[in-house]
């Protein structure tokens, strides 16, 4: 009786979840970005390629179909957690947080019915990336039709993948420190860092590159192995034929742990969960009004508050003493070194000690380090640390509720410009003293593409802000940005002075920095018409 | 300070509509807006506050068109939101310093306005204390206090005593009483009390139509000679509740006494009463209303 209430309320909150997230329009975009995908894999622009000369398999069922679940598996891995990290949020954000949370729902059973709700939204994701395989496969595709090789390797990978992803995105939100943004930067962080070995690749990719490898080899007697890519790959190659995985005992093995794992992670996360309480702390972004504790004050101490007593004839009243307002006569205009100031103060306010003193250490690095390796350590964290800061600009409002009253004040658009500015301040005085370095060392390219960057980043920032109010697409998306052009020190894309070498880019990041501003202010302006 | 609307509408979304037709004049003094949940009050107050734009219609503001030069309203505007947030690590006195800078108030004259806002507000005691360690009741003083923060010649405050114990809600009305000297006070809620005490007109809407433009007397003597007191049984309080407006209900020893609005005795041992604002604003919803 009680496990068949349990799972009453599990499918209750599973189905709620579902209706919720799935009516939103942004929903229809993630559908029709993974339709898009399909496009992508028929016409062979994300592809495997593997070998020193780039063997991609002919378009045959098998070969298209196991592309779109290895495409299918990296976005659920990469996207997905970011698409799903919101089920909790949106109950602790959206209204009915206290409700559930003073519901004789367990715990347990909260977490799961969101976990399947998670699992669900990402089972439709792979659906229409299903759908449009087989759709396009039809227009496209070499060989006879066959639905099941086709589809199979979405089930087998993908699926394995969305339901593992649903899980950890749960975990995430129901453990306070890894709630907000750090959580975010560290999953990227892992998925980047953790190395892949068969026994642990939760995208199965291994199984499928050994087998394309073996055909190859049977195929082409002189293929030597290599490693393999995935994605746009250019220039010359040769095609193979690949009749895809056989699928055997110890794969399905293998696909079926890591579901199975999936509900482990759930249950596990219950540990950590706060049950929707207001006053967590970590992690927290909304102001909760505390109920209980040290630090929370209740109304009921405004009583203590010195009043008259009044006599009303045979009963007696409190009243408060009069108060009484005084008028204002400055002039109210706009004061733009107010503004920016009241924006940093505003910016870095809440930060954690560690933070501080990071960023304190980087600014003392950038004025000390040699030139060299010790630089460019201070300077890739330097690229990064401010990212909180960054992230929130034309999102605080929203977060926090006050976007009426920042958009009914005097400049409202100036207050973007503001926080904007504030975030230049903030990267400018960790990188600044090298790049001033560089430009009297006679490296003006390098100084000139971090001017720009400086610029770039919190003008990148400001637009995905603005646009779509959550600063998570600007945190992902940055830190691939990040990955590629800092860590890697890839000199084509390097605004961060990390390569040395004199960049011709500056310009480039300069267009980008002005055409994101132009997105952010008209975005807001927009707004505010 | 004048502002005045000429058909103004509000649509959100396919057919529904915050509030439509909406035309009136208002000058100096306190208005209070009333009208029951989902009247339109909170969609009116958010377009003149320009935090969205009339669908239709105009809305002018000492002349000038609100739409087309929404800064002539911002540059004089206080506004208390029915649902708003607060920054949680910051303290009252730093929240309130952003706000005022936003506002283009100079620092000193900021400081004191704060010092000023926090004692009439009674938060002077908390002022160092970050906000996410405030009650709600608390927060909706700080959203006062910023919302007062520039002396504004247009103040809409949405709600603003929800979650205020008794004592606060009496401070707050205290302080609109006292500002209404050359300015436009117009005050949303669903709380007849605490209009009664400070507006000097009053706009009733519901279903998102304007009902009536008037003042606290006028509405009243609407109702003069109609407002009734009669006992009745327990068991035939469902019967009275349903033939006439019953506007107060108290349980007594006989049974229970029944207040309610009717142009014709409504029974023969009901005894006409003085009719409060209250009845007043129940008999407009309930008699115009549905017209």
Redesign the interface.
């Known amino acids: 009786m009680a496990a068949r209430n349990a799972l009453r309320q599990c499918v209750a909150v599973a189905r709620a979840d579902v209706l919720d997230r799935g009516r939103d329009r942004r929903f229809l975009v993630v559908l029709l970005a993974s339709a898009y995908l399909g496009h992508l894999v028929t016409v062979g622009d994300l592809e495997m390629a593997l070998g020193d000369n780039g063997f991609r398999g002919v378009h045959n069922a098998a070969w298209l179909g196991t592309n779109m679940a290895l495409a299918g598996s990296a976005a659920v891995a990469v996207f997905g957690f970011y698409y799903t990290k919101t089920a909790i949020e949106r109950d602790r954000h959206g209204g009915p947080r206290q409700l559930i949370a003073s519901s004789p729902i367990g715990t347990v059973a909260y977490l799961v019915g969101k976990w399947l709700s998670n699992l669900a939204l990402l089972a439709v994701v792979l659906g229409a990336m299903g759908v449009s395989v087989v759709l396009l496969f039809a227009l496209r595709g070499t060989g006879p039709f066959d639905p099941v090789a086709l589809l199979a390797p979405l089930a087998l990978f993908a699926f394995p993948v969305a339901a593992l992803v649903a899980a950890v995105a749960l975990a995430f939100e129901a453990t306070p420190v890894l709630r907000g943004s750090l959580g975010n930067v560290l999953y990227l962080v892992a998925l980047v860092a953790i190395p892949v070995v068969p026994a642990v690749d939760p995208l199965g990719g291994t199984f499928i590159v050994e087998s394309m490898q073996q055909a190859i080899a049977a195929q082409y007697p002189d293929y030597t192995g290599g490693g393999f890519s995935f994605g746009y790959i250019a220039g010359e190659y040769q095609r193979f034929e690949w009749q895809g995985l056989p699928v055997t005992a110890d794969l399905l093995l293998h696909r079926v742990a890591y579901f199975a794992v999936a509900p482990v992670i759930v249950v596990f996360a219950a540990v950590p969960f706060d049950r929707l309480s207001p006053d967590a702390g970590f992690g927290?972004s909304?102001?909760?009004?505390?109920r209980s504790g040290e630090?929370?004050?209740?109304?009921?101490?405004?009583?203590?508050?010195p009043?008259v007593t009044v006599d009303h004839g045979s009963r007696t009243a409190?009243?408060?003493e009069?108060?009484?307002?005084?008028?204002?006569?400055?002039?109210?205009?706009?004061?733009p070194v107010?503004?920016l100031?009241?924006e940093l103060?505003?910016a870095l306010?809440?930060r954690s000690r560690l933070w501080y003193a990071g960023y304190v250490g980087l600014f003392v690095g950038g004025l000390a380090a040699p030139s060299g390796p010790a630089t460019r350590v201070v300077l890739t964290l330097a690229w990064v640390w401010p990212l909180f800061v960054w992230s929130q600009t034309g999102v605080?409002e929203y977060r926090?509720?006050?976007h009426?009253?920042?958009?009914?004040?005097?400049?409202?658009l100036a207050?973007l410009l503001a926080t904007w500015a504030a975030s230049v301040v903030c990267v400018g005085v960790l990188v600044g003293p090298a790049a001033v370095r560089f430009g009297l060392a006679g490296d003006l390219g390098v100084a000139l593409a971090m001017a720009a960057g400086v610029l770039m980043v919190p003008s990148l920032a400001a637009a995905a802000g603005v646009t779509t109010r959550t600063g998570r697409v600007f945190e992902v998306g940055y830190l691939l940005v990040w990955y590629v052009a800092i860590v890697n020190q890839t000199p084509a894309l390097d605004y961060g002075g990390v390569t040395g070498a004199p960049s011709a880019s500056a310009a480039l990041f300069a267009a980008v920095a002005v055409a994101s501003m132009a997105v952010a202010v008209v975005g807001r302006w927009r707004l505010?018409? | 300070m004048t502002l005045t609307a000429e058909n103004l509408g509000k649509r959100w979304s396919g057919d529904v509509w915050g509030i439509r037709n909406a035309s009136l004049d208002l000058d100096d003094g306190v208005v209070g807006l009333l009208g029951p949940n989902g009247a339109g009050k909170s969609t009116f107050m958010?377009v003149i506050?320009?935090?969205t734009?009339p669908t239709e219609g105009r809305l002018y503001w000492n002349g000038a068109d609100v739409a087309a030069s929404?800064?002539d309203v911002?540059?004089?505007?206080g506004?208390l939101?029915q649902?708003?947030?607060?920054?949680?690590?910051?303290t009252a006195t730093?929240f309130l310093?952003?706000?005022a800078?936003?506002?283009?108030?100079?620092?000193g004259?900021a400081r004191d306005?704060i010092d000023?806002?926090l004692?009439?507000t009674?938060l002077e005691?908390?002022r160092g204390?970050?906000?996410?360690?405030?009650?709600?009741?608390?927060?909706q003083r700080v959203g006062i206090a910023?919302a007062?923060l520039?002396?504004p010649d247009l103040l809409i405050v949405d709600e603003p005593t929800v979650?205020?114990?008794p004592?606060?809600r009496?401070?707050f009305r205290?302080?609109i009483g006292?500002?209404t000297e050359d300015r436009l006070v117009i005050l949303s809620t669903h709380i007849v009390t605490d209009v009664e005490s400070t507006a000097t007109e009053l706009v009733v809407l519901d279903d998102g139509r304007l009902l009536t433009q008037t003042t606290p007397e006028a509405l009243i003597d609407e109702v003069d000679g109609m407002t009734w007191e009669w006992t009745v049984s327990s068991d035939r309080l469902t019967a009275v509740k349903r033939s006439h407006p019953v506007t107060k209900t108290v349980r007594r020893a006989g049974g229970v006494l029944v207040r309610a609005v009717s142009p014709d005795r409504p029974d023969p041992d009901a005894t006409a009463v003085e009719p409060t604002l209250e009845d007043a604003y129940l008999w407009t919803i309930e008699h115009d209303g549905g017209a």
């Open positions: 927290r909304l102001p909760w009004p505390s630090e929370s004050v209740s109304d009921g101490d405004a009583s203590a508050d009043m409190v009243e408060p009069p108060v009484t307002l005084g008028t204002v006569d400055a002039a109210r205009t706009f004061r107010r503004l100031v009241a103060k505003l306010a809440g605080r926090h509720g006050t009426e009253l920042v958009f009914t004040s005097l400049h409202p207050q505010l018409r | 958010q506050a320009t935090v734009k929404p800064n911002r540059s004089v505007l506004y939101p649902d708003f947030g607060v920054y949680p690590n910051l730093e310093e952003y706000m800078a936003l506002k283009g108030l100079p620092g004259v306005r000023e806002l004692a009439v009674n005691e908390y204390r970050k906000l996410s360690g405030y009650s709600g009741g608390m927060r910023q007062l520039n002396d979650g205020l114990d004592a606060e009496v401070r205290n302080v006292d500002l």
